[in-house]
């Protein structure tokens, strides 16, 4: 089991930017790669970044591409998703996710073996 808590959500003026953090516990996170995703209600959820166990592979959804970025520390247990030039369309909960294959964050819909509980974003403008 992993268990997945993810921090640093909140409330921010558009172009600001918020750093959100997932941190993991459990079995071994050098073993997962990991995935950030965002629902607002109503909606389907929509990937936005993945990155490898290794952190030597990083794709991200065409929305976010250039304006966020996913790194882990692998000793500390977490990922990030840093996240600038936010937009009111930003706005959502955004969740992490643990899989064992890059593949199984990227598929649609998402096959990932664990999941954190999400974290609201606003973005006003």
């Known amino acids: 089991q992993v268990q997945l808590v993810e921090s640093g959500g909140g409330l921010v003026q558009a172009g600001g930017s918020l750093r959100l953090s997932c941190a993991a516990s459990g079995r071994t996170f050098s073993d997962y790669a990991m995935g950030w995703f965002r629902q607002v209600p109503g909606k389907e959820r929509e990937f936005v970044a993945v990155i490898s166990w290794s952190g030597g592979s990083i794709d991200y959804a065409i929305p976010v591409k250039g304006r966020f970025t996913i790194s882990r520390d692998n000793a500390k247990n977490t990922v990030y998703l840093q996240m600038n030039s936010l937009r009111p369309e930003d706005t959502a909960v955004y969740s992490c996710?643990?899989?064992?294959?890059?593949?199984?964050?990227?598929?649609?819909?998402?096959?990932?073996?664990?999941w954190g509980q999400g974290t609201q974003v606003t973005v006003s403008s």
């Open positions: 996710a643990a899989a064992s294959s890059i593949l199984r964050v990227t598929t649609i819909p998402p096959r990932c073996e664990y």
